[in-house]
């Protein structure tokens, strides 16, 4: 047997004991390692095949709420976005509100719209529902984003907690930073002068009409989306629009709050809300108070700070669980939400943003994470209001499918020798962007030889919460060793 034949073998034997774990610990997750359908066939079916009136009215206050959210980010650009309820019948949920970046998130845009990016499928407009409550020194982006296997800050490391919702415009000054850190000298010319024309480009366009970085961040997410194609393929990518879920979901909220439905009884309502917390503990992106995780349905600014205080109900009242703040208490009264939400005291979670999607009958497009969380909250209200005389509400979410699963694997890879390496969003933009035949090649893979080249991420992500320690595996393959073996036609 030849080294080669060896390494293959190595690479397949980690695959299949990480893939087995995985089907074991999470059964959920099962299906989506025997789909051998095309990806661009896959992603075709993502799309409700049918819509009811009631989820169809409600999914036009959630379109409603994307276009004030992309007003607010746009400012003037905003009268050439066009987006109606046909656009967010299915949302891919996954990503971070942040710069185009790490290769897992890159992935879900390609994997969710993948029947209509080369030669194929509508124009209109991708919208993605994107977390701002995450801080700039989460996994996924490191204060900045990565570039030939640098990390590239724009963010001081003292802004680790603060959270992308709350910090202001800002310059991105990643080349200054790069000098001062003496970490210039690691780029090649080329890549200096990449580097330099980024920031460029990132600094030259419009943000006059904001004072917050989340706008900032929606408006070079729509610029460089284009930049992951090579130029002839450019003109005919449907344009990519971010609005972040939190505003989104506090768009939708001031709405409903004002009425009678299952959302405001949970949040006004005693009785119910307090089966409503019971329901979703222990849920992740829900709450557990003695466990100090999550919060009571929103977060509070921190005063003075671009931070989060978690809060938790005590009586008639969302109160922070920071004894220290204990006066910023929010009474649990529409007027005193509705205020608190319009003024950005307070954003949803994402349990609460989840349960707005769930509410207008949006699909969720999830992540190997997101997949377990919102068939829990699926699962949870549609019981509850079973339980509680909400029959028919009951039965509507009980419709909505949250099986629509787009993360988990890398999409853009490199050759280097013999091996193949994954690209991060700045590796590609230095490229040009990724040719047709690349992509053409990329979107008629199977699912199942994508998702287990992305096994090993998955798998770091499942053994936090669903994995037993003792039966972890303590060896484990990355990305760059599985896609050389499974992608040997890059």
Same mark, same amino acid.
């Given at each position: 047997?030849?080294?080669?034949?060896?390494?293959?073998?190595?690479?397949?034997?980690?695959?299949?004991?990480?893939?087995?774990?995985?089907?074991?610990?999470?059964?959920?997750?099962?299906?989506?390692?025997?789909?051998?359908?095309?990806?661009?066939?896959?992603?075709?079916?993502?799309?409700?095949?049918?819509?009811?009136? *009631?989820?169809?009215?409600?999914?036009?206050?959630?379109? #409603?709420?994307?276009?004030?959210?992309? &007003?607010?980010?746009?400012?003037? =650009?905003?009268?050439?976005?066009?987006?109606?309820?046909?656009?967010?019948?299915?949302?891919?949920?996954?990503?971070?509100?942040?710069?185009?970046?790490?290769? @897992?998130?890159?992935?879900?845009?390609?994997?969710?719209?993948? !029947?209509?990016?080369?030669?194929?499928?509508?124009?209109r407009p991708i919208v993605t $529902? +994107?977390?701002?409550?995450?801080?700039?020194?989460?996994?996924?982006? &490191?204060?900045?984003?990565?570039?030939?296997?640098? =990390?590239?800050?724009?963010?001081?490391?003292?802004?680790?907690?603060?959270?992308?919702?709350?910090?202001?415009?800002?310059?991105?000054?990643?080349?200054?930073?790069?000098?001062?850190?003496?970490?210039? /000298? &690691? $780029?090649? +010319?080329?890549?200096? =002068?990449?580097?330099?024309?980024?920031?460029?480009?990132?600094?030259?366009?419009?943000?006059?009409?904001?004072?917050?970085?989340?706008?900032?961040?929606?408006?070079? @997410?729509?610029?460089?989306?284009?930049?992951?194609?090579?130029?002839?393929?450019?003109?005919? *990518?449907?344009?990519?629009?971010?609005?972040?879920? /939190?505003?989104?979901?506090?768009?939708?909220?001031? /709405?409903?709050?004002?009425?009678?439905?299952?959302?405001?009884?949970?949040?006004? !309502?005693?009785? $119910?809300?307090?089966?409503?917390?019971?329901?979703?503990?222990?849920?992740?992106?829900?709450?557990?108070?003695?466990?100090?995780?999550?919060?009571?349905?929103?977060?509070?600014?921190?005063?003075?700070?671009?931070?989060?205080?978690?809060?938790?109900?005590?009586?008639?009242?969302?109160?922070?669980?920071?004894? &220290?703040?204990?006066?910023?208490?929010?009474?649990?009264?529409?007027?005193?939400? #509705?205020?608190?939400?319009?003024? /950005?005291?307070?954003?949803?979670?994402?349990?609460?943003?989840?349960?707005? @999607?769930?509410?207008?009958?949006?699909?969720?497009?999830?992540?190997?994470?997101?997949?377990?969380?919102?068939?829990?909250?699926?699962?949870?209200?549609?019981?509850?209001?079973?339980?509680?005389?909400?029959?028919?509400?009951? +039965?509507? *979410?009980?419709?909505?499918?949250?099986?629509?699963?787009?993360?988990?694997?890398?999409?853009?890879?490199?050759r280097s020798g013999d091996a193949?390496?994954? @690209?991060?969003?700045?590796?590609?933009?230095?490229?040009?962007?990724?040719?047709?035949?690349?992509?053409?090649?990329?979107?008629?893979?199977?699912?199942?030889?994508?998702?287990?080249?992305?096994?090993?991420?998955?798998?770091?992500?499942?053994?936090?919460?669903?994995?037993?320690?003792?039966?972890?595996?303590?060896?484990r393959i990355g990305f760059d060793?599985?896609?050389?073996?499974?992608?040997?036609?890059?």
């Amino acid at each position: 047997m030849t080294k080669a034949d060896m390494d293959e073998k190595r690479v397949r034997g980690s695959l299949d004991a990480i893939v087995g774990q995985i089907r074991q610990y999470v059964p959920s997750m099962a299906p989506y390692f025997e789909i051998d359908r095309p990806l661009g066939e896959y992603a075709a079916g993502l799309q409700p095949a049918r819509v009811g009136p *009631v989820h169809a009215d409600r999914q036009e206050a959630v379109a #409603r709420a994307v276009r004030q959210v992309l &007003r607010q980010a746009f400012g003037p =650009a905003a009268a050439e976005v066009s987006v109606d309820a046909s656009d967010v019948r299915a949302i891919n949920i996954v990503d971070h509100h942040q710069l185009l970046n790490h290769p @897992l998130l890159l992935g879900t845009n390609i994997i969710a719209n993948a !029947d209509r990016l080369v030669g194929g499928g509508g124009r209109r407009p991708i919208v993605t $529902f +994107s977390c701002s409550n995450v801080p700039p020194s989460n996994h996924y982006m &490191r204060n900045g984003f990565q570039f030939r296997g640098e =990390a590239i800050p724009y963010f001081k490391a003292k802004e680790h907690r603060d959270a992308m919702y709350y910090t202001s415009v800002r310059s991105f000054d990643f080349v200054e930073r790069l000098r001062a850190l003496k970490r210039w /000298e &690691r $780029f090649k +010319s080329d890549d200096q =002068a990449f580097l330099i024309e980024y920031q460029g480009l990132l600094n030259g366009l419009d943000y006059s009409h904001t004072n917050r970085h989340r706008d900032q961040l929606a408006v070079a @997410l729509r610029r460089t989306w284009p930049m992951l194609f090579s130029q002839e393929l450019r003109r005919d *990518v449907p344009e990519l629009l971010y609005a972040n879920s /939190e505003d989104v979901a506090r768009e939708c909220l001031v /709405e409903l709050l004002a009425g009678e439905n299952f959302l405001s009884a949970a949040l006004f !309502d005693a009785e $119910f809300r307090q089966h409503v917390l019971d329901a979703f503990r222990g849920i992740v992106v829900a709450w557990d108070e003695a466990a100090g995780k999550g919060t009571h349905f929103f977060w509070r600014k921190y005063p003075g700070r671009p931070e989060l205080l978690r809060l938790f109900v005590d009586g008639s009242d969302l109160v922070p669980a920071d004894p &220290r703040f204990k006066d910023l208490k929010v009474p649990l009264e529409p007027a005193a939400i #509705r205020d608190h939400l319009e003024r /950005e005291e307070i954003i949803p979670s994402v349990a609460l943003c989840m349960s707005v @999607l769930l509410y207008a009958g949006v699909k969720p497009l999830v992540g190997p994470g997101s997949l377990v969380y919102t068939t829990q909250l699926k699962e949870g209200w549609t019981a509850l209001l079973e339980r509680h005389g909400y029959a028919s509400e009951a +039965s509507l *979410v009980a419709q909505v499918d949250t099986a629509g699963l787009i993360a988990g694997t890398p999409m853009f890879f490199g050759r280097s020798g013999d091996a193949v390496r994954t @690209l991060y969003a700045a590796d590609v933009f230095s490229m040009g962007g990724m040719s047709e035949s690349y992509m053409k090649t990329a979107l008629s893979a199977p699912l199942k030889d994508l998702l287990s080249v992305g096994s090993s991420g998955v798998y770091d992500l499942f053994s936090n919460s669903y994995i037993p320690k003792e039966k972890q595996l303590t060896e484990r393959i990355g990305f760059d060793e599985a896609a050389t073996i499974i992608h040997g036609w890059v």
